[in-house]
């Protein structure tokens, strides 16, 4: 549920007449400012009793229709329209190429809403859904691919309601973003899926937007389940190698295209495409290059912070831990309740102390295996489980619970036992196999070989 200048100003409206269903429906679309009435020409009472008539007209008349492209989904077509068709007074699907039992799967579906045609794939998701589109003839068009599923039961009537109240606000081009999640994952992408006919079209090889000079984006509550983004459906179509391949012609053309940038793969292990990445989302966010991740420095556009986030992860994944650091310290000082910066920030100084723990730690393997333990007891006449009780502290700060474990079970010296009193009861708990306990106890304390 969202709430928005409309919301609000219902609420806290006194009228006769009963707002209750605009009400519940602008609650379902993320608003924010758009379309946002001053009411310089309306009192808000004139404003909202010509709303609702307006309303409820294109309620009475607006026509909805779904489109859907497939090739070889035998197996998920069927279900994939029928659990759709009661959303729409029409729905177009273009086949574009299946060799298995698609076609006949949908042939099998018994409505007069539903209209098949065929195309065949062209490397250009801008191009098939702008085609698509064309053979749609309601006033409002929604895409669901063959490959998603509602992720929860819906009202029957919510695509209807909705365009209605959009159209109800505004006259001019409008995206209408669904919310799209993977599988087994409760985060979830923005992808743009509805749009009212004639009004503007898709760009974009891949990862498809749509285009207008004076368009209006604006997310709605309404989630799919990307099936597709499953190893099985990934491997099947390729889809990580095609997906690239376009992304890489898109960037090509233009360097500042946001929507490829948010979708590059993340470049592990290939410094000079790393690098590209990160120089190019700098050119994106930067008013100026050369000043850096300065606080005045950046340009706050609309996927300013899934961008930067995915900067962030990818300094993460490729060690660089001081840069991450230094980076979300600077988008805490503009945005301090974001909690993903303040998350990373503290887990980049975490594994900072942690490289340094680390080292450490190593260089005490190597000086001890150099002491002759006869010479060291009778200088110290101490035992060397005191030794090893400072080693499990050493391995319990780290997190390396198991080697942890074998080397206390070595500890037979009681003054040493009670230097490591409180990691032992938590040590207590771990459970370990015979054969990891000699490959342990043989080589704990053994130098590395360089």
Known sequence: MYKNWLTEDIESMESSINYSEILEIAKKIDLKNAFKENYETLSK???????????????????IGIAMLVKNQENRIYPAI???LDLCDEFVV????????????????????????????????????NFASSKVTTDWIFFVDSDEVLFET????????IAALLASLSNESIAIQFKIKRPNQNSFTLAERGLRKGTTHYVNKIHEELYDAKITKVRIDF???????????????????????????????????????????????DAIECERYFKLVDCVILKKE?????KHNFQLTDDFHTLTQKYIMLLLSLGRINELIDKTAVLLRLFPDNYFMLSMNNLGRILKQHQKQQKQFELFLEQYS?????????????????????????????GDYKNAVHLSLDITDQEALQLIQTESKFLK??????????????????????
């Open 45 to 63: 009472r004139e404003y909202f009793e010509k709303l609702n008539l307006r309303y409820q007209d294109f309620i009475a008349n607006s026509t």
């Open 82 to 84: 029928s659990n759709l």
């Open 94 to 129: 273009v086949d574009t190429g299946s060799t298995d039992k698609t076609v006949e799967q949908i042939n099998k579906i018994e409505s007069d809403k539903l209209q098949l045609f065929s195309k065949e794939w062209v490397e250009d998701f801008s191009l098939m859904r």
């Open 154 to 161: 819906i009202d029957k009537n919510i695509l209807r309601n």
């Open 223 to 269: 989630l799919l389940e990307n099936q597709g983004a499953l190893i099985e459906e990934m491997e099947k179509f390729n889809k990580l190698e095609r997906y690239t391949k376009l992304v890489n012609e898109e960037l090509e053309k233009t360097t500042g295209n946001i929507k490829m940038l948010l979708n590059f793969p993340f470049p592990q292990g």
């Open 290 to 294: 050369k000043q850096g991740w300065k």
């Open 370 to 398: 150099e002491i002759n333990n006869e010479t060291s007891f009778e200088t110290t006449l101490m035992s060397k489980d005191y030794a090893s009780a400072i080693a499990v502290k050493y391995l319990f700060s780290l």
């Open 429 to 450: 708990i771990i459970d370990l196999s015979d054969e990891e306990l000699c490959k342990v106890r043989e080589g704990i304390f053994q130098k590395k070989s360089s």
